[in-house]
């Protein structure tokens, strides 16, 4: 079964996903193994590995070594084209759509997709909208580009339907990784009043409390990073699993 398939799945058994992220940055490629295969056992239902910035250059090892250690779909959320691997389930096919810069709309795209078909990955089309979190985030700082602003979800509405009328699958909230504030509530029950596609909300989830809110609000799917890469605890990453699945 295709991977965006078992994904939808698990929305409507579970009521909405838990994705673990996983920076390569971040971790020395002994402790992301077992880092990974905690996330299967805690519950979630994909590991995304991904990061802004690229700085190790063994991406393809890793996802291969991952992949060899869980049963869960393990997912590319690259943030550019040297993030490709063929041991992948699927990648993320993002395009930037709050953005204005040409690179991340179509650019990265038309260079990767090649790619992608040689190697024979399995593609899954996403609307990434950024978006405003009190910060500076790396997302933002690397696109060069302007997230939509918290308060102005008529903006994140439009841009979302957009993505819909375009034929895109899933659509992406972000705040970034380590953002401040979380994508505001309020916007996410707007988005998912106005479109019809599952929603990924992600960036600065610290608690189960929040995921669990973001999920109440309209959230398809959580993705939790840093607080988890953090606090390295197998208890956190479990409270994950149980906030944000079987929500009423
Ligand atoms: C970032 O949405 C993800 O792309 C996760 O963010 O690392 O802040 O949890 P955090």
């Given amino acids: 079964m295709a991977t965006l398939e078992k994904l939808l799945q698990v929305k409507s058994r579970k009521g ?13 490629q002994e402790q992301l193994t077992e880092f990974s295969i ?20 063994s991406f393809d090892e890793l996802v291969k070594r991952i992949k060899e250690h869980v049963d869960i779909p393990v997912i590319i ?23 204005r810069n040409p690179t991340f709309l179509i650019g990265e ?35 060069n580009t302007r997230p939509i602003p918290g308060n102005k979800p008529d903006i994140a ?26 994508v505001p509530c309020e916007m996410i029950t707007q988005v998912r009043d106005y479109v019809s596609l599952p929603l990924i909300v992600g960036g600065g989830i610290r608690t189960p409390a929040e995921a669990a809110a973001k999920v109440s609000a309209g959230a398809s799917f959580v993705v939790i990073g840093n607080v988890l890469e953090y606090s390295n605890s197998f208890n956190l990453m479990k409270e994950f699993a149980e906030a944000i699945h079987f929500q009423k």
Avoid at 46 to 56: P, R
Avoid at 80 to 93: E, G, V
């Fill in 77 to 99: 959320f690259p943030g550019n084209t040297t993030q490709i691997s063929r041991h992948a389930d699927a990648i993320f096919f993002l395009s930037l759509i709050s953005g």
């Fill in 157 to 182: 509405k439009a841009t979302a339907l957009a993505a819909e009328y375009l034929g895109m699958r899933l659509l992406y909230l972000e705040a970034g990784s380590g953002a401040k504030q979380s």
């Fill in 109 to 143: 795209q038309v260079r990767s997709a090649p790619v992608i078909k040689a190697l024979n990955i399995e593609p899954i089309s996403i609307g990434y909208m950024l978006i405003e979190s009190g910060c500076t985030t790396s997302a933002e700082f690397m696109s």
């Fill in 16 to 28: 909405a996903g838990y994705f673990v992220l996983i920076d390569p940055d971040k971790w020395r």
């Fill in 38 to 57: 905690a996330a299967g056992e805690a519950g979630a239902d994909a590991v995304l590995i991904g990061g802004s910035l690229l700085l190790s250059a």
